[in-house]
């Protein structure tokens, strides 16, 4: 059974950089498309990024396009979220997640594997 855990938020000004991480155990994680979600107090859960289980393809939300970068190293059993120039809008709980595919999940319920959460906030 594959387990995720997600590390590396915090606090941070607008324009600053993190970078987030997520490990998985029990399982690789080579044989899953893995996404990054988020969900700020009192709005719903949004997708905010996407990789391929090949990690030749991405995607992103356009609130985050140009400023955030997903990657993976199946190596490691680890998908990061780098994140630049953040906004006061990007405040969230961080999840990653995984699913059983080769290509990035077109809906939530598609992943079957979640993290137990990040918190970002971004604050001057």
């Known amino acids: 059974q594959l387990q995720l855990v997600e590390s590396g938020g915090g606090l941070v000004q607008p324009g600053g950089s993190l970078r987030l991480s997520c490990v998985a155990s029990?399982?690789?994680?080579?044989?899953?498309?893995i996404g990054w979600f988020r969900q700020a107090p009192g709005k719903e859960r949004e997708g905010v990024s996407c990789?391929?289980?090949?990690?030749?393809?991405?995607n992103y939300a356009d609130s985050v396009k140009g400023r955030f970068t997903i990657s993976r190293e199946n190596a490691k059993n680890t998908v990061y979220l780098q994140m630049n120039n953040l906004e006061p809008e990007d405040t969230a709980i961080y999840y990653c997640?995984?699913?059983?595919?080769?290509?990035?999940?077109?809906?939530?319920?598609?992943?079957?594997?979640w993290g137990q959460g990040t918190q970002v906030t971004v604050s001057s």
């Open positions: 997640a995984a699913a059983p595919v080769s290509v990035c999940a077109t809906n939530e319920g598609a992943y079957g594997y």
């Open positions: 029990g399982y690789t994680l080579r044989y899953y498309a």
């Open positions: 990789i391929s289980r090949s990690g030749i393809s991405t």
